[in-house]
């Protein structure tokens, strides 16, 4: 059942990183971060919040659009979303190049670089953001391609939401079980074998079923060499549902910790309309708590903004495709959460 899980729509389009690539870091040397934009957009305080905020983002560029425009209103709102770190969804065409701009772009600013992994075969069951690498090797290359791209620079990586979770639900047929769970177990070996990278491996969320049903299934996947595991990406449970599901995970895969994606949880799920689409752009949601690695709860190692905020779901309730940001939204996201 797809509603319970909130599985398409997780793809994003990583244009910034070609214009990282392109333009080079635009933040200042001294991690100030403002943008060369116009949207003034910055750092948050390290202390509180180690990743980095991308200035070249879909979001910086509306804030200095409506600004240009004299949406003084709408430029503020949006402000809200441009500030916050949030994930880098990484291109399986550009994997490399990307992940060395969004990295470096990153160190330049003394930030973590917050990258998403996702490019499994047999992607999202074909649904909104299936696709994928073609086969296991493509998938392997893949892999090799995204860690020499991060180096030795510090990155967190939230890997292939949605992969275990759908191996569980029968989602995935049985018979790419096997090298899924292959496939996993070396990336985040790969990962690991990097020397500031913490990679975190994607567990489902609160709403889907049983933490019973999962637990196993981690572990086939590596978890237990991986820094912990990840929740709620993309979906909108609250973070104390999320944070009760990760803790009942955890006492089931030797203590992992966790980290939980609150980037559009602020209202919780939406439980109208379609069942079986009540996960793609529900009207009415709002933004969760900012990022920050001060969650006052050692089993809990950040809240992350894994989503875009404002970026669709696909193409559904009048969005555009999945990945593709989508300012009317973003502005009900961020209005909702004054």
């Known amino acids: 059942m797809y509603g319970s899980r909130g599985a398409g729509a997780r793809a994003s389009v990583a244009v910034a990183g070609a214009v990282l690539l392109l333009a080079g870091c635009s933040s200042s040397d001294d991690g100030g971060g403002k943008d060369a934009s ?29 600004a240009k425009a004299g949406k003084d209103e709408d430029a503020a709102l949006i402000r809200t979303i441009a500030e916050q770190p949030t994930g880098q969804w990484l291109t399986p065409e550009n994997a490399e190049q990307e992940a060395r701009g969004f990295t470096e772009a990153a160190a330049k600013a003394d930030r973590d670089a917050l990258l998403v992994v996702y490019n499994i ?17 493509a998938y392997r290359a893949f892999i090799d391609q995204v860690a020499k791209g991060i180096g030795d620079r510090a990155t967190t990586v939230i890997l292939e939401p949605d992969a275990v979770l759908h191996m569980v639900d029968g989602c ?9 769970y292959d496939l996993l177990r ?37 978890v237990e060499n991986a ?38 949880n602020g209202n919780g799920p939406y ?19 900012t990022p920050t690695t001060k969650t006052d709860d050692e089993l809990v190692d950040a809240y992350l903004w894994v989503k875009r905020p404002g970026e669709s779901d696909g193409t559904c309730k009048g969005g555009p495709k999945a990945g593709q940001w989508w300012p009317e939204y973003a502005l009900k996201l961020a209005e909702a959460s004054k």
Do not use: M
Request: hydrophobic share 30%; net charge negative; glycine share 14%.
């Open 38 to 66: 116009g949207a003034g957009v910055s750092q948050q305080p390290k202390d509180k919040d180690p990743f980095w905020v991308n200035p070249d983002g879909n979001a910086a560029d509306q804030v200095a659009a409506y």
């Open 121 to 137: 075969p047999h992607r999202d069951c074909g649904q909104f953001s299936g696709g994928g690498a073609a086969d296991g090797n």
């Open 172 to 180: 995935t047929p049985d018979e790419f079980h096997e090298e899924r």
């Open 186 to 222: 070396g990336a985040v070996e790969k990962f690991k074998s990097l020397k500031n990278t913490k990679v975190y491996l994607d567990a489902g969320n609160a709403g889907w079923g049983k933490s019973d049903d999962i637990a196993e299934p981690l572990k086939l996947a590596g």
């Open 227 to 264: 820094d912990g595991f990840a929740v709620n990406v993309s979906n909108f449970y609250k973070t104390p549902e999320s944070t009760k599901y990760g803790k009942e995970l955890s006492s089931k895969v030797g203590g992992k910790p966790f980290v939980i994606d609150t980037s559009r």
């Open 271 to 289: 439980t109208g309309g379609d069942p079986e689409e009540k996960w793609c752009n529900p009207p009415a949601r709002a933004l969760g708590e």
